[in-house]
């Protein structure tokens, strides 16, 4: 049982834009850096977002994020087949002390 | 950019220890404000964040596995180590691991390694 939430999963036409909600507490999210993953199934996952709202080089800006309060949003605008993976969100637990993963988010392009 | 390699048995018999290596090369474990952890993903699940080490050799691990996690550091091989004793079948998942720091839970990752716990 994960202490982040998010959807199982989000769909969209291509070229379309999608959201993925990952919602937490004040131990983790509201004040901690939140980073986003992608992951294609057989591989491991890949860094999207760093620092809440950064993206490393080579990460196109058709995917963005932000951070208010105790909940991140993750958005990929301009949706290609290629974005179909899963999506996961990650933070620090202050009062776990430990490192805390979402349970992921599918995305599907229809 | 820094590049990770698990190594280690990919099979392990229940009660027994599971122990893996990440080779760590483009950078070193050394490194002031990045830490050396390790994730695990069992199959058609989620990723699971186990523990990291840092450069001082302090240590956070998760409160569901603490009590049979053990990381540790070998800066001479530029490399860490999982161990994770009295495994179930539980246990069964790829391992990552992985770079972290101040402003993000893992930055870069290996590629991981599928460790099965059978008899």
């Known amino acids: 049982q994960s202490v982040l939430t998010q959807p199982p999963s989000v769909s969209a036409a291509p070229g379309q834009k999608v959201t993925i909600s990952c919602s937490g507490s004040?131990?983790?999210?509201?004040?901690?850096?939140v980073s986003w993953y992608q992951q294609f199934p057989g591989t491991a996952p890949k860094l999207l977002i760093y620092?809440?709202?950064k993206r490393p080089s080579g990460i196109p800006d058709r995917f963005s994020a932000s951070k208010s309060g105790t909940s991140a949003t993750l958005g990929i605008t301009g949706l290609q087949t290629g974005d179909e993976a899963d999506y996961y969100c990650?933070?620090?637990?202050?009062?776990?002390?430990?490192?805390?993963f979402g349970p992921g988010t599918k995305v599907t392009v229809l | 950019q820094v590049q990770l390699q698990e190594s280690g048995p990919g099979l392990v018999k229940p009660s027994e220890t599971l122990s893996l290596t990440c080779t760590v090369s483009?950078?070193?474990?050394?490194?002031?404000?990045?830490?050396w952890s390790w994730i695990r993903q069992p199959p058609g699940k989620g990723l699971e964040w186990i523990g990291f080490?840092?450069?001082?050799?302090?240590?956070y691990y998760s409160p569901s596995l603490k009590t049979r996690v053990t990381i540790s550091v070998d800066t001479s091989k530029n490399e860490f180590s999982l161990r994770l004793s009295s495994v179930t079948a539980a246990d069964t998942a790829v391992y990552y691991c992985?770079?972290?720091?101040?402003?993000?839970?893992?930055?870069?990752w290996g590629q991981g390694t599928l460790v099965t716990v059978s008899s």
């Open positions: 080490i840092s450069n001082t050799g302090s240590t």
């Open positions: 620092e809440n709202r």
């Open positions: 990650g933070t620090w637990d202050s009062s776990l002390s430990a490192g805390v």
């Open positions: 483009g950078g070193s474990v050394s490194t002031v404000n990045f830490y």
């Open positions: 004040s131990s983790n999210i509201a004040n901690n850096f």
């Open positions: 992985a770079r972290e720091s101040p402003v993000s839970l893992a930055e870069d």
